[in-house]
């Protein structure tokens, strides 16, 4: 069974800019959570999407945005690239019962120049 | 409020030793889940062992286990015979039932010497 894929690998934007990052969970999950890891920061959950609905947000500011499809694949969005949201965004699936694992892709290491 | 903490930003072990990192958490919820990823240089996260809240053994896999002690709230990850593919960094993880994220703890570096 594939594992979570996640698109583009890297990632280079200005400042202002906006950027787009995709996400395929594992084959019949249908929840599928965001996190921003930094250094400073470390992993931070941004939100999590069921169904084509957000089900959960963590406390990140109205330039993150996020959706699902109906084939369970999520994007997230970030518009008016700041410095600071230069990280690795993360991308996890897992089944609808919980507690339960989640299975994270490789991640979408974005730059803000 | 904090929910996972992880009080060894770095250890060292020798190669083919155990090691234990340790792991402590709160919650209210009855119902949870705890977990352990591994996080090499690549970035991508990988997932290690899960305990339910009210599994009643320890959980084991393979040359992982997790040393579930509910009343003081730790969940400590014991790597047995360590190998240097494990130098990497680690993360305890909750997930309880009545919330929908994922909460990690500031993770561990862990460096195996040769």
């Known amino acids: 069974k594939a594992g979570v894929t996640q698109t583009p690998r890297y990632l280079i934007k200005t400042r202002g800019q906006q950027v787009t990052l995709s996400c395929s969970p594992i084959s019949g999950h249908r929840s599928v959570s965001w996190y921003q890891q930094t250094p400073g920061q470390g992993l931070q959950f941004l939100f999590e999407y069921f169904s084509e609905t957000q089900r959960n947000k963590g406390n990140f500011p109205g330039r993150f945005s996020g959706r699902q499809f109906s084939n369970s694949r999520s994007e997230m969005n970030v518009s008016t690239l700041e410095l600071g949201d230069s990280a690795l965004y993360l991308c996890?699936?897992?089944?609808?019962?919980?507690?339960?694992?989640?299975?994270f892709g490789p991640g979408t290491r974005l730059t803000v120049l | 409020a904090q929910k996972i903490t992880q009080t060894q930003p770095g250890m060292f072990v020798q190669e083919k030793e155990a090691v234990t990192l340790d792991c402590t958490y709160d919650t209210s919820d009855p119902s949870y889940g705890l977990f352990w990823y591994k996080q090499p240089s690549s970035g991508e996260m990988i997932f290690l062992i899960y305990q339910g809240s009210y599994d009643q053994q320890n959980a084991t896999e393979g040359r992982y286990s997790l040393n579930f002690q509910k009343a003081r709230k730790s969940a400590n990850l014991v790597i047995s015979a360590s190998q240097l593919g494990d130098s990497a960094m680690y993360f305890c993880?909750?997930?309880?039932?009545?919330?929908?994220?994922?909460?990690f703890g500031a993770g561990t570096r862990l460096t195996v010497k040769p």
């Open positions: 996890a699936s897992s089944w609808e019962v919980r507690p339960a694992g989640q299975f």
């Open positions: 993880a909750m997930r309880e039932n009545n919330n929908n994220d994922m909460r």
